[in-house]
Every structure is written in C-alpha cells, then in structure tokens.
T-cell receptor
C-alpha cells in the first residue's frame, strides 16, 4: 500500500526554536497539502502545492511559517520562530490532479506530526 | 465553499447499521459530496463520494436526497473499528481541490 509518510511523528521544542516537518507524498502524486489540527480550530488547510509550485498558502501565518517542495518526493513545513500557539498536529496529504480535475477524488493523509511548543 | 451541518455525536451498537446525516441546503449543481473519517490518532481517510446517485463501496454507502440538500452515510454493520469522527465535505467539480473540514460527527460504537 502506497502511503504518505511524515517525519518526525512527535516533536517537543521550546519557544523560539525552529521546527521543520517533512512529508513524502505518494509516488506519482502531483498535489501536496498541509493541514493543521487543533481542538479549538479543528482541521484547517495551511497551504498546498501542485507540481511543486505553491497554489494557495492563504491559511498559513506568513511571518513565521514557510512551506516548500525541494523536489517531487519531499515537502517541508518550517516554523521559525515557534510559539506555544503553534502546538498542534500537522498533517500532510497528497493527491493526483490532471488537467485541473482530480484524477482520483481522494486525498491521502499521512499520520501527522504532533508538535508541542513549550 | 458551501456549508454542511452534521450532528456533533452519535452512538451505535456493534454489528448494527449506522446512518450518519449531513445537511447541505446551499449545495450547488457542481458540488460533489465527500465523506472522510478520522480514526483516533490518525489522519483523515477517504470514505466515499457522490454527485446525485447513491453510491456503494466496500466501506460504506452514500444515500443522496433527490433535491441533494442532504445525504446520509450508511455503515451497514458497525464495528468497533468504525469509531471515528466522520466529516461531510462539499467539493465543486473543477473547483479547488482543497478540503474544508467542519466539526464532523463523532461516532461511538458500543460493544
């Protein structure tokens, strides 16, 4: 079974430190999403990429968050500097879109990175 | 994106059918109805989707009202492993691929 992988699975850090989360999308998928889940806000989309180019990052705090896709097999989400309010579970998902339409009408989610900022 | 309304929680007994409702009165003609679920400590997973006709797959069935203003996800025989939060989401055909999650319905399955 092809799966989305995320590392690390858990991260505890202190306020002010840089945090980098990594995601390996399913091979062949060309669209990658980053979501954040908290008890208060639920699941929210932070950003997403198609063919490694950012399409929408309107959900992401611009001053401290950055998302990139160095290559087709790796997506990164960085927080610098981190703050306690960034504590959440961060999910990566991937999908396949062709010609503006989802080839498969599904997104495949990774297991998430659980981040705690003290 | 059009909004969906789901009950906060539901309970079921193991091996009994479960009907999870979703209201989407402002649905447009090009909106697909998607269901995802999130098991405890896992990422969401796709369950089923449909446009107008009822749909069946190995996980569940989706019954869509004739006016499309509501739908029901049907788990034919609930198991303990079906305990999860179920999300009903509308996605426009040809629109953005992004999913907008609401609060969902937390399903508890009693042994």
């Amino acid at each position: 079974d092809a799966r989305v992988t995320q590392t690390p699975r858990h991260k505890v850090t202190e306020m002010g430190q840089e945090v980098t989360m990594r995601c390996q999308p399913i091979l062949g998928h060309n669209t990658v999403f980053w979501y954040r889940q908290t008890m208060m806000q639920g699941l929210e989309l932070l950003a997403y990429f198609r063919n490694r180019a950012p399409l929408d990052d309107s959900g992401m705090p611009k001053d401290r968050f950055s998302a990139e896709m160095p290559d087709a097999t790796l997506a990164t989400l960085k927080i610098q500097p981190s703050e306690p309010r960034d504590s959440a579970v961060y999910f990566c998902a991937s999908g396949l879109v062709n010609g503006g339409r989802a080839v498969k009408e599904t997104q495949y989610f990774g297991p998430g990175t659980r981040l705690l900022v003290l | 994106d059009a909004k969906t309304t789901q009950p906060n929680s539901m309970e079921s007994n193991e091996e009994e059918p479960v009907h999870l409702p979703c209201n989407h009165s402002t649905i447009s003609g090009t909106d697909y109805i998607h269901w995802y679920r999130q098991l405890p400590s896992q990422g969401p997973e796709y369950v089923i989707h449909g446009l107008t006709s009822n749909v069946n797959n190995r996980m569940a069935s989706l019954a869509i009202a004739e006016d499309r203003k509501s739908s029901t996800l049907i788990l034919h025989r609930a198991t303990l492993r079906d305990a999860a939060v179920y999300y009903c989401i509308l996605r426009s055909q040809g629109g953005s691929e992004k999913l907008v999650f609401g609060k969902g319905t937390k399903l508890t399955v009693n042994p």
